[in-house]
């Protein structure tokens, strides 16, 4: 009969155990929508994303990836051909222009659009001229091919 | 259009510049290269023209339409001598609109969505806003310097003042000092003044460098506007611009990198500027004491030996752009290959003032690419030539470079001219190559001297040859 308090106990224990587990799991649910949701109190700025990395993280990491691309793929470049390497990285380096076009975007005029719009043309000068005086380079070597 | 869709859209066009870049590997295939990188780009422009905050069409049209125009026009005019101030030009408008783009999101963080309402941002935000405006500005001034010394409107000597190294060093401490400033307090005033000592950062580092260190100061600051996107990218959260000037970035570092090691001389000592200034008037009493005189030829003398030989190196140099000789040269070789003379082209990595810079050269006069040696390929043929023409290069070709241990330029690899049968040195005077070095080869028996304009020589070569 001394069996039977004992039982008991472990039903308690088990109802017990399942109610902390249900919990853990409850609470576990709100940290992550915390995590999703957390805005630091002054600036309201997200401060995780959804993956729980922060951006400069995730920015680092491909970062560091296409750094290791761009050595392998640069080293192989030929180099007769490193004026055109230097006039069209010139001209990829334009892409800045994403950040210009959305500067400049803005329906009301103000200080930051203006600037946005000489960002815009500044960059857009590059693209053009940099992919064109490529082009003219690698026609006259193109041109040299046997 | 979605976030999850544009990202994706912005790996295409990264993927797109990764094989652009790849493409260059062979003439053959760079042309589909740089095509693939068009598509890149406007791939790039469109997907942000789709995102929710891009709202005033108009304004953008114009920006493009104006900036377009301008780019088609220069890149259609430009003379093919005048490359490098272009280049050096273009990655000034890099720096200068990384400049402004980072002055833009610093005034309207909320549109990057790096900042709230109030316009406060975060500390990691601020600092990667102040990376990238400070690398836009060394940027866009050096840039400019840099146009200015090989466009000939600044003195391309050395400029070097007592206390400059001092003043560099003080003006990145004070440079470092805001920006932290700037990220604890977001002050206008210190983001301004990050700007401006930038500035003026930019114009001091590239002053003390001399002209035939350029190549290594365009590979540098080619370097510099990857990195500068690369530091908008970073403050905006964009992967595309991370990408693209991790490879700018890269291939300018790797550039530097070649010119450097052309040259045997370290990054940090062309940076410091004044090269081949001490030297000179040490080389100077020396050559006074020991007349020696040189065997100065005319150009009936070359066209006769030329004539005679079976295998011609041509050496062109940072003189044949000068005097823009290329098509001259390659009229001359074309003769003596029509005579069965074996004519060939040999360039050292640093001849010129930008990377590359004799290769467009002779593209541009029609040159077969295959005629076109680098210097490992080059210099185990000297043996078996018969005349090396060496037309406006000097210091590329001194033997000082292997057997002088005290000459400034000792351990720089160098065409092994003096090899061949014969040497011909086509050059304006005696003067001395930018390392301020005598070179010997002038006063060898088996060399001969060809004084005057390079172009004016070929063509006179040419008569004879005729």
């Not at chain 2, 304006?428 to 028996?445: H, I, P, Q, T």
Request: hydrophobic fraction near 50%.
């Amino acid at each position: 009969m001394s069996n039977i308090p004992f039982a008991d106990k472990l039903e308690n224990l088990a109802e017990e155990a399942s109610e902390l587990a249900l919990n853990a799991a409850n609470l576990s649910g709100q940290a992550n929508t915390a995590t999703l949701h957390y805005y630091s109190p002054e600036t309201s700025i997200p401060i995780l994303h959804d993956s729980g990395f922060s951006p400069t993280v995730v920015g680092l990491t491909i970062f560091v990836l296409a750094c290791f691309v761009g050595y392998y793929v640069v080293w192989r470049v030929t180099p007769s051909l490193h004026s055109p390497l230097m006039a069209i990285t010139n001209a990829i380096s334009s892409v800045i222009i994403v950040g210009a076009l959305i500067a400049a975007s803005p329906d009301s005029m103000n200080f930051s659009s203006i600037i946005g719009f000489f960002a815009v043309v500044l960059a857009s000068v590059n693209i053009a001229g940099g992919f064109l005086v490529t082009e003219r380079m690698l026609t006259m070597f193109k041109k040299n091919l046997k | 259009m979605g976030s999850t869709v544009s990202s994706f859209l912005y790996l295409i066009s990264g993927i797109c510049f990764i094989i652009a870049l790849r493409g260059l590997s062979h003439p053959a295939t760079s042309r589909a290269g740089n095509y693939c990188g068009v598509v890149g780009m406007v791939i790039a422009i469109f997907t942000t023209l789709t995102l929710e905050v891009v709202q005033n069409y108009a304004i953008i049209t114009v920006g493009l339409l104006i900036g377009g125009t301008i780019g088609t026009i220069i890149a259609r005019k430009i003379q093919m001598t005048a490359l490098p101030q272009l280049v050096a030009a273009f990655h000034s408008l890099v720096g200068l609109s990384a400049c402004f783009v980072a002055i833009a999101a610093f005034y309207q963080p909320e549109a990057y969505s790096i900042g709230n309402k109030l316009g406060l941002m975060k500390t990691g935000a601020l600092l990667e806003v102040a990376l990238g405006l400070a690398i836009g500005a060394i940027t866009f001034t050096g840039s400019i310097v840099a146009f200015g010394k090989l466009q000939g409107t600044i003195t391309s000597n050395p400029l070097i003042f007592s206390g400059q190294h001092v003043l560099n060093a003080l003006m990145c401490g004070v440079l470092i000092t805001l920006v932290i400033l700037l990220c604890y307090s977001q002050s206008p005033a210190a983001f301004w003044l990050i700007f401006f000592v930038a500035l003026v950062l930019g114009c001091c580092l590239v002053l003390p460098i001399g002209g035939a260190d350029m190549p290594i100061v365009v590979s540098m600051l080619n370097s510099y506007s990857g990195w500068a996107a690369t530091g908008i990218g970073f403050t905006l959260n964009n992967h595309l611009m991370i990408i693209t000037g991790a490879l700018v970035g890269s291939s300018g570092a790797i550039l530097c990198y070649i010119m450097c090691k052309g040259m045997n001389r370290s990054f940090f000592s062309v940076i410091i500027g004044g090269f081949g200034k001490k030297s000179k008037n040490i080389r100077k009493s020396q050559s006074e004491s020991n007349q020696i005189s040189v065997k100065e030829g005319d150009a009936e003398e070359a066209a006769f030996m030329l004539k005679q030989a079976s295998s011609v190196v041509i050496v062109p140099g940072y003189g044949m752009a000068v005097a823009q000789a290329q098509h001259a040269l390659r009229e001359m070789a074309n003769l003596l290959k029509a005579k069965g003379v074996v004519v060939r082209y040999a360039i050292h990595p640093v001849a010129g003032r930008m990377p590359g810079h004799m290769n467009v050269l002779l593209a541009e006069a029609n040159v077969p690419y295959e005629d076109v040696l680098e210097l490992d390929e080059v210099n185990i043929q000297f043996a078996q030539t018969d005349v090396a023409f060496v037309i406006g290069a000097n210091d590329v070709t001194n033997p000082a470079a292997k057997n002088d241990p005290s000459s400034p330029i000792y351990g720089m690899p160098i065409l092994d001219v003096e090899n061949a049968k014969s040497v011909l040195f086509a050059k304006r005077s005696m003067a001395f190559g930018y390392a301020g070095v005598e070179n010997d080869l002038f006063f060898r028996k088996n060399t001969l001297m060809l004084f005057g304009d390079a172009k004016k020589m070929c063509e006179k070569i040419i008569q004879y040859l005729n």
